[in-house]
Nanobody, 124 residues
Framework: QVQLVESGGGLVQAGESLRLSCRAS????????VGWFRQLPEQEPEEREF???????????YYRDSVKGRFTVSRDNTKNTVFLQLGSLKPEDTAVYFC??????????????WGRGVQVTVSS
């Protein structure tokens, strides 16, 4: 069982940056990709949208179009941690951000394990 814990959320103004972290209790095998999803205020849990993902090696990354050039996903496997750098934040980025771990082939639709989420609020 892999437990994921997100941190780093908060309240910022438009244009500012935040760095989210997703720390895993352990990796049960060395091939987990990690994805980031977000649930906007008006969305139901099942409507969470994909934001970004990274392969185990870090050599493959994916982003939703609206965050390309603003968000950067990275990982440090020595610390069991994946990061999501959020830059040039906009009010429409306000959401609860979740990380998930699973197979790279399916990570853009969700993984096997999920964290509880962290709130990011961007004021205009």
């Amino acid at each position: 069982q892999v437990q994921l814990v997100e941190s780093g959320g908060g309240l910022v103004q438009a244009g500012e940056s935040l760095r989210l972290s997703c720390r895993a209790s352990k990796w049960t095998h060395d091939s987990y990709a990690v994805g980031w999803f977000r649930q906007l205020p008006e969305q139901e849990p099942e409507e969470r949208e994909f934001v970004a993902a990274i392969s185990w090696s870090g050599g493959v990354t994916y982003y939703r179009d609206s965050v390309k050039g603003r968000f950067t996903v990275s990982r440090d496997n020595t610390k069991n941690t994946v990061f999501l750098q959020l830059g040039s934040l906009k009010p429409e980025d306000t959401a609860v951000y979740f990380c998930t771990a699973g197979d790279l082939a399916r990570i853009r639709t969700g993984g096997n394990y999920w964290g509880r989420g962290v709130q990011v609020t961007v004021s205009s």
